[in-house]
């Protein structure tokens, strides 16, 4: 059982979505990169092993899931029940102040991260019987702590705009210009709220233009969708989406 649930509208820039996952029986999911990070709560009755089994998360507590830059297979025990914040990009950071560059392509417990979020959120949590109650009191404990706007914020949700508008066809140097930034300091400020660097970042969201692309078009010719999508050739293309997929384009369009 996977299911997702928008946040509150004045949250929406902020959070992606609520999720819920678990079941009766044991799986292994595939997860791709996709440019956000999850703060992750344990909502089952029994202590989970996260990140690769290297944290043990009590019910009530939580993980962090920083930004992924490769895939990850995941396997989930019976009666595993897990709700999570997925959180746009920049945005974890800009709630908590945590450098995302310490958790690329990791966990970390919450309370590593803000153990004042954690002291708060987990009675809360414990306290509201259903998920709805749950995604409620969520939504009430973020909407309390908006971050404050800053002009190097709106600048970073401006260039992340634009990088998503071109699929990732943009270099640097513009992106720095349009900040009003050096492109030293615009890659420090980038890597440090996104949790990636800006070169990182545009690959992930042509990965992810073309993973769409692929669900749409399936026939389409791969070296068309290289050449559209800033590829050399077919075997760049393949070698790029096997990199964050952990497979080819052909053996993603026949799973």
């Not at 299911?3 to 949250?11: C, E, F, G, N, S």
């Not at 043990?56 to 990850?72: H, K």
């Not at 002291?119 to 509201?128: I, M």
């Not at 640097?172 to 709220?193: C, D, G, P, V, W």
Request: contains cysteine; positive net charge.
């Amino acid at each position: 059982m996977f299911k997702t649930i928008r946040p509150h509208p004045l949250l929406a820039a902020y959070v992606d979505a609520y999720w819920v996952s678990g079941g009766v029986y044991a799986s292994v999911h595939r997860i791709l990169p996709d440019t956000c990070a999850d703060i992750i709560f344990n909502i089952s009755e029994d202590v989970i092993a996260a990140g690769n089994g290297g944290l043990q998360v009590m019910p009530g507590n939580a993980f962090v899931v920083g930004t992924m830059t490769t895939f990850r297979d995941t396997v989930v025990l019976p009666y595993t029940y897990l709700l999570g914040i997925r959180f746009h990009p920049g945005a974890l950071a800009a709630f908590t102040g945590w450098p995302l560059q310490s958790i690329t392509d990791d966990h970390a417990c919450l309370t590593d991260i803000s153990a004042g979020w954690q002291h708060l959120l987990e009675p809360l949590l414990l306290k509201a019987r259903t998920v709805t109650e749950k995604i409620n009191s969520l939504n009430n404990f973020l909407l309390q702590r908006l971050p404050a706007r800053t002009i190097n914020a709106d600048k970073l949700q401006e260039s992340i705009a634009l990088i998503r508008h071109v699929h990732g066809a943009v270099d640097i140097k513009t992106l720095a210009m349009q900040a009003y930034m050096s492109t030293r300091n615009f890659e420090r400020h980038f890597l440090q709220s996104v949790g990636v660097s800006p070169k990182t970042f545009t690959r992930i969201v042509r990965f992810l233009h073309l993973k769409q692309q692929l669900k749409v078009h399936p026939d389409k010719p791969l070296l068309s969708l290289a050449l559209d999508n800033g590829f050399y050739d077919h075997a760049h293309l393949t070698r790029e989406f096997k990199a964050f997929a952990g497979e080819s384009p052909t053996g993603f369009i026949q799973r």
